[in-house]
């Protein structure tokens, strides 16, 4: 599976913004899908996860109820709906997909990884 972030960009605090994830492959529908984040300086951190299906949701508590993730199996797409956007969400944000079904927050547990988009935040 090949995986392709897009939609980063500069917004101001409070803002909205939509990243999509493009992915390839005859069976990437089958994967579950994840989005992190890399703020400059830190590790990499799960954000949010979806189920194959799309049935299934999990989120972080630093973005529950601002981010909501979502997918269109029919287009291969993942996107990130993200609202009120605060400075401290400034980071390269990665799409990633999990070969097994069950969902996991572990940057480890994902099998293939995007290259990555940058949103700033300004205040």
């Known amino acids: 599976v090949q995986l392709q972030a897009s939609g980063g960009g500069l917004v101001q605090a409070g803002g909205s913004l939509t990243l999509s994830c493009t992915a390839s492959?005859?069976?990437?529908?089958?994967?579950?899908m994840g989005w992190f984040r890399q703020p400059p300086g830190k590790e990499r951190e799960f954000l949010a996860t979806?189920?194959?299906?799309?049935?299934?949701?999990y989120y972080a508590d630093s973005v529950k109820g601002r981010f909501t993730i979502s997918r269109d199996n029919a287009k291969n797409m993942v996107y990130l709906q993200m609202n009120n956007l605060k400075p401290e969400d400034t980071a390269i944000y990665y799409c990633a997909a999990r070969s097994r079904s069950v969902s996991a927050v572990e940057v480890t547990s994902y099998d293939y990884w995007g290259q990555g988009t940058l949103v700033t935040v300004s205040s």
């Open positions: 492959g005859r069976t990437s529908s089958s994967y579950l």
């Open positions: 979806i189920t194959p299906s799309g049935g299934s949701t």
